[in-house]
């Protein structure tokens, strides 16, 4: 029975659901091959180092107990691990928690996020599931991040600018001298939010040669500034859902803690997280792998004559396929390798 209100909020009556792409078994039942290849979803197919399995099963025996709320084991890992101070980090079950709890602490209805398109389809969901309209700055004719365009809206009063550096699907990324620009024009009044899911491929010796992390600018930026990071690529944890924050905002990490529930990472996924900064040799190999594997997969797309986008992180956009790869806009895929 419908009543004459609506039941959904009318935000998120104009959202279409997260669209994951087929899983291995579906696939496999729908055309019957019996092997089945991911390549959709940017995972590591390796998975995380041994020891991390290890430390989960040993970990196992505890999950009658709830998680520490806090993360504090694994956030002082994290401090250790990149030197920053442990105020500066907020738990997420995945980073896409992070993005909705960050829509959910900041944006109000009307409010203007600005974004790079084509991007993470989430980035945009939750802005608008929270009543925010967003600015799209879309690629130039060239296949390039448009930084005038982007420099422009940022300038702007806007709430929000949240875009994936290397940006996803895209695999193009900003380098040191347009981040700092970017930054350097952003308006004193807004949030800067980077997505940097792929950092440890973009940083990998040899690969993504002039990428820069936005985390150096912790330390200096003058404006609030947020890099999200997971465990669910290179580390190998996507099952677990693992991610997390960094910000210079005392005020933001106070806002991620009242928005996120108390209780949103896991007791295994911050053990398995905790363990995997100790065991970083099976991090990077699999990196190498997904750099060695995408040269090779670029080396048979152009041999087939198919479009291919030439700079990449740990996937490849391309027009044509025959594997488990993720479909955009109905013209492009993009192929994890
Ligand atoms: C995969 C991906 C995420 C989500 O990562 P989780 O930590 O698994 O939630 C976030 N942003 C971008 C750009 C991604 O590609």
Request: aromatic share 8%.
């Amino acid at each position: 029975m419908t009543g004459s209100v609506p039941l959904l909020r009318p935000e998120l009556a104009a959202l279409s659901p997260y669209n994951a792409g087929l899983t291995p078994a579906a696939v496999a039942s729908r055309s019957g091959v019996t092997r089945v290849a991911k390549l959709g979803s940017n995972e590591n197919p390796a998975g995380p180092a041994p020891e991390v399995i290890t430390a989960v099963c040993e970990a196992a025996g505890r999950i009658g107990a709830y998680p520490d709320p806090e993360g504090r084991d694994l956030i002082a890992a994290l401090a250790a691990f990149y030197g920053f101070d442990p105020q500066h980090f907020i738990l997420g079950n995945g980073s896409e928690d992070l993005l909705a709890v960050l829509a959910r602490a900041v944006l109000r209805p009307g409010d203007e996020v600005v974004t790079l398109f084509p991007s993470f389809p989430l980035h945009e969901d939750y802005a608008q599931a929270m009543g925010a309209k967003v600015t799209r700055i879309g690629l130039t004719a060239a296949g390039e991040i448009d930084l005038p365009a982007l420099l422009a809206a940022v300038s702007r009063p806007v709430r929000l600018v949240l875009f994936a550096n290397p940006m996803n699907p895209a695999g193009l990324w900003l380098d040191a001298d347009g981040l700092r620009s970017v930054l350097a024009a952003g308006h004193p009044d807004s949030i800067t939010c980077l997505d940097e899911a792929y950092h440890e491929y973009a940083s990998a010796p040899g690969d993504g040669p002039d990428y820069a992390s936005g985390a150096p600018w912790l330390a200096t930026h003058p404006g609030p500034l947020v890099i999200l990071r997971t465990f669910s690529k290179a580390w190998g944890l996507a099952g677990l859902r693992i991610g997390y924050a960094m910000t210079n905002s005392a005020d933001l990490k106070r806002g991620f803690d009242l928005a996120r529930t108390p209780f949103n990472t896991n007791l295994l996924a911050q053990v398995a997280a905790r363990s995997a900064l100790d065991h970083t040799a099976s991090m990077h190999q699999a990196v190498s792998l997904a750099v060695q594997e995408r040269d090779r997969m670029a080396k048979t797309l152009r041999y087939w004559g198919c479009g291919f986008w030439p700079r990449a992180a740990i996937f490849s956009l391309s027009i044509a396929g025959g594997l488990l790869v993720r479909s955009l806009n109905r013209c492009w895929i993009r192929v994890s390798s």
